[in-house]
């Protein structure tokens, strides 16, 4: 089973940045596709950005031209850099691997995007 522990959100203003990380354990996570998703209060949890193991990126429309993901693996480790955030990217982020999702979702990072 492999764990992931995010990090990196906080407080920031709107037209700010934040960068994400997500640690994953284990060997094989270099094999698996990653993803990022988010959670905002009262609403169901949404894809937000998905990496592959070679590299090539997707990104949902709402976040397109503004996040970018990428991954590290001899770090086991996937980031997510946020810029030109909005009030609407204000939710939890986590991350998973596979696709659909196989892993237990883990706590996440909050970003909270206000004034």
């Known amino acids: 089973q492999v764990q992931l522990v995010e990090s990196g959100g906080g407080l920031v203003q709107p037209g700010g940045s934040l960068r994400l990380s997500c640690a994953a354990s284990?060997?094989?996570?270099?094999?698996?596709?990653m993803g990022w998703y988010r959670q905002a209060p009262g609403k169901q949890r949404e894809w937000v950005a998905r990496i592959s193991s070679g590299g090539s990126t997707t990104y949902a429309d709402s976040v397109k031209g503004r996040f970018t993901i990428s991954r590290d693996n001899a770090k086991n480790t996937v980031y997510l850099q946020m810029s030109s955030l909005k009030p609407e990217d204000t939710a939890v982020y986590s991350c998973n691997y596979g696709n659909p999702p196989l892993g237990s979702w883990g706590q996440g990072t909050q970003v909270t995007v206000s004034s």
């Open positions: 284990g060997s094989i996570f270099r094999f698996y596709v």
